[in-house]
């Protein structure tokens, strides 16, 4: 019950905020507080969730009202590093900063958790059949 979004063009600082606000709360409470948030991030935490949450029900069968965010983490991506030219043929360094999200996703106490069970198939083992013929 997790979603992962990878080097998002945002710095993790920024994104952090986002994730600080939401940190703990149910599903229904965090999508009520990024629709109201004024941040760039906001409506990409928001799919986010709605992934994770995605991934719960496809998944587990679990409902949205059961859930919540147990974990939520911001962590630094890549950074792309450019120049700008600045006076008398100089240039200064512009850290261009990513994020990497992710989303864990736990249960509510008092709910019962109902995973569908998944048949997995028994997997033969192959072998190489042994050539009879012989050599002439």
Avoid: C, W
């Amino acid at each position: 019950m997790k979603a992962l979004l990878n080097t998002y063009r945002q710095s993790p600082r920024k994104v952090r905020l986002l994730a600080d606000m939401v940190r703990g709360k149910s599903i229904i409470a965090a999508r009520a507080a990024l629709l109201l948030a004024v941040k760039r991030g906001a409506p990409i935490v928001q799919k986010l969730i709605d992934s994770a949450v995605a991934n719960a029900k496809q998944n587990f069968s679990i409902e949205p009202e059961n859930l919540f965010i147990k974990e939520i983490t911001v962590n630094k991506g890549v950074v792309m590093k450019r120049f700008m030219p600045k006076a008398r043929g100089s240039a200064t360094p512009l850290r261009k900063r990513t994020s990497h999200i992710a989303v864990v996703l736990g249960i509510k106490e008092g709910t019962k958790k109902e995973a569908k069970e998944v048949a997995v198939p028994k997997v033969k083992k192959v072998t190489k059949a042994k050539s009879t013929k012989a050599k002439a």
